[in-house]
C-alpha cells in the first residue's frame, strides 16, 4: 500500500496527514486514495501481458466517484443486483462491458437488465435461464448469456467467501454443465456466449485457479463436441490482497502472518492465461477487493481504555457498523495509530460500540500502547467496508473521503439522524 505511509511519524494517505481528516470531517471515517485506485486497476489490466477484459466488482465498493474513476479508466463493470446495473451506468460504464452475475435475479431485475443492454448474464440455474428466456421474449429481444459453472474446487478462503464448491449456493454442479448448455442452445430468445466461475474471494495460491482453468478448458473441449462452441470465457474475481503486515514501522509490531505469501495478481493472470489459449476464447476478469481494497483505511477515535481480569479492551467509536468484516467471517485487518508516539506494545482486544459481543475490530493483538483520544486507522478498509455497513444500534453510517496528492473531496456525506427514520 504504496499510498498509505508514515512521514515522520505521522500516518499519510497521499500527501494528507489523516490526523489532520479526523479533526475536520470527524471519525468514523472512511479514507480513499484516488492513484492507489488507479495503479491497483492499471496493473490488473496489464499484468496478464495479454488481452482481456476486467470488469470492476462493484459489490467491493459502490461509492459513484470510485465509479466514475474506473469507469473513465475503461473498466468494464461486475454487478449483482439492478441497483448495482444503476450505479454502473450512472457512472459511465459501457452497458456492453456490464456482466450481470448473482444466484438470485428477480424478474423486474432480468427485465431492467435486457431494457438497458447489458453485455451478458452470468447465469446460476436452469429456472433462471428459461426465466431469462421468457423476459426477452415478452421484450422482443435476445439476451447474450454465459453459464456460471461450479467446478467443485476448493479455494482455500474463508467458508464464508469460497464460492466454487459443491455444497455452495452458487453455479450449475459440473455434473449437469453440458445438459445446461444443451437447454440454453434451445431456447429461443437465448445467445450463448461464454463459460463463467468464480470460486472465492480473497485468494492467496494460484493452485485453485489453475485447477479451474484446466476444468474450463476441459468442459469446452467436451461442449465442442456436441457442437456447443463458446466464445468466451469469464474467471471471475478473487485475487487476495495482503491484510497482515500491510504497513511496518520499527515502532509497530510485527504481525505473525498466517497467509503466506500472498501471490500476486501478474502470477494469478500470468499462470492462468496460458492455459486458455489453445480455446481461442476473448478472456474477461471480475476482480473487486485487489482494485480497491489497499486504497481505503477506515479511521477512528479511542473512547476508553478498560482493563479486566482477563483481556484489555480498547473502545473505539467503529463498530460492526461501520465494518463489519472482522465480526462476519473474523476479518484481520492491520491497525495502527494515526501518529507514532511510543515503540512500547500492549495485546488488547478493539471493540466498537455497538451492543453485541461480536462487534469487534481485532482481537487478541498485539498493538501500539494506546491513550484515549488517540486515532487509529484500520487499514485494508476499501472493499467490503463501507458497502457492509448499517444503521445497526441507530448509529448513522460514516463519510467517506478521497484524497488525489494534497487534495481531499468528500464523495459521501456523514450520514445524520435524519437518515434513521
Ligand atoms: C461473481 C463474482 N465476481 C467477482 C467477485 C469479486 O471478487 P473479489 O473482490 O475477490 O475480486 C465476486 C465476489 O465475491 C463475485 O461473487
Not at 247 to 265: C, K
Request: aromatic share 8%; with cysteine.
Amino acid at each position: 500500500m504504496k499510498y498509505f505511509s508514515y512521514k515522520e511519524n505521522e500516518l499519510h494517505c497521499e500527501d494528507v496527514p489523516l490526523s489532520e481528516l479526523v479533526e475536520e470531517f470527524g471519525t468514523p471515517l472512511y479514507v480513499y486514495s484516488k492513484n492507489q485506485i488507479l495503479e491497483n486497476f492499471r496493473e490488473v489490466t496489464t499484468a496478464g501481458g495479454t488481452s482481456y477484459t476486467v470488469c470492476y466488482a462493484l459489490k467491493a465498493n459502490s461509492n459513484s466517484a470510485i465509479l466514475k474513476l474506473l469507469a473513465s479508466e475503461g473498466a468494464g463493470a461486475d454487478v449483482v443486483s439492478a441497483g448495482e446495473i444503476h450505479l454502473a451506468l450512472k457512472a459511465g460504464f459501457a452497458p456492453e462491458k456490464i456482466v450481470f452475475a448473482g444466484v438470485g435475479k428477480r424478474e423486474d431485475e432480468i427485465e431492467y437488465a435486457l431494457s438497458k443492454g447489458v453485455g451478458y448474464f452470468n447465469v446460476e440455474s436452469t429456472q433462471e435461464l428459461q426465466l431469462i428466456s421468457l423476459v426477452a421474449l415478452r421484450l422482443n429481444t435476445k439476451a447474450r448469456i454465459s453459464l456460471r459453472i461450479n467446478p467443485d474446487i476448493d479455494a482455500e478462503s474463508h467458508p464464508y467467501i469460497s464460492t466454487g464448491m459443491k455444497h455452495n449456493k452458487f453455479g450449475i454442479e459440473a455434473d449437469h454443465a453440458v445438459e445446461a448448455f444443451t437447454t440454453a442452445m434451445s431456447l429461443p430468445a437465448i445467445e450463448v456466449v461464454g463459460i463463467h466461475t468464480h470460486i472465492g474471494s480473497q485468494i492467496t495460491k494460484v493452485e485453485p485457479y489453475i485447477e479451474t482453468a484446466k476444468f474450463i478448458v476441459a468442459l469446452i473441449d467436451k461442449l465442442r463436441e456436441q457442437k456447443i462452441s463458446l466464445s468466451h470465457i469469464d474467471i471471475g474475481g478473487g485475487f487476495g490482497v495482503q491484510y497482515i503486515n500491510a504497513l511496518t514501522h520499527e515502532a509497530l509490531p510485527v504481525e505473525q502472518n498466517t497467509n503466506g505469501v500472498i501471490v500476486s495478481v501478474k502470477d494469478f493472470l500470468g499462470s492462468i492465461l496460458p492455459i486458455f489459449e489453445p480455446t481461442g476464447c476473448s478472456i474477461w476478469i471480475e476482480p473487486g477487493r485487489s482494485i480497491v481494497a489497499n486504497a481505503g483505511a477506515l479511521l477512528t477515535n479511542v473512547l476508553y481504555l478498560k482493563d479486566n481480569s482477563a483481556r484489555k479492551f480498547v473502545i473505539v467509536d467503529a463498530g460492526m457498523n461501520d465494518l463489519l468484516r472482522p465480526s462476519l467471517y473474523s476479518a484481520y485487518h492491520q491497525i495502527v495509530p494515526l501518529k507514532i508516539e511510543t515503540y512500547e506494545h500492549e495485546k488488547v482486544d478493539v471493540v466498537g460500540p455497538v451492543c453485541e459481543t461480536g462487534d469487534f475490530l481485532a482481537r487478541d493483538r498485539m498493538l501500539s500502547k494506546l491513550k484515549r483520544g488517540d486515532a487509529l486507522a484500520v487499514l485494508t478498509a476499501g472493499a467490503y467496508g463501507f458497502v457492509t455497513t448499517s444503521n445497526y444500534n441507530a448509529r448513522p453510517r460514516p463519510a467517506e473521503v478521497l484524497v488525489n496528492g494534497e487534495k481531499v473531496r468528500v464523495i459521501r456525506e456523514r450520514e445524520t439522524f435524519d437518515n434513521l427514520g
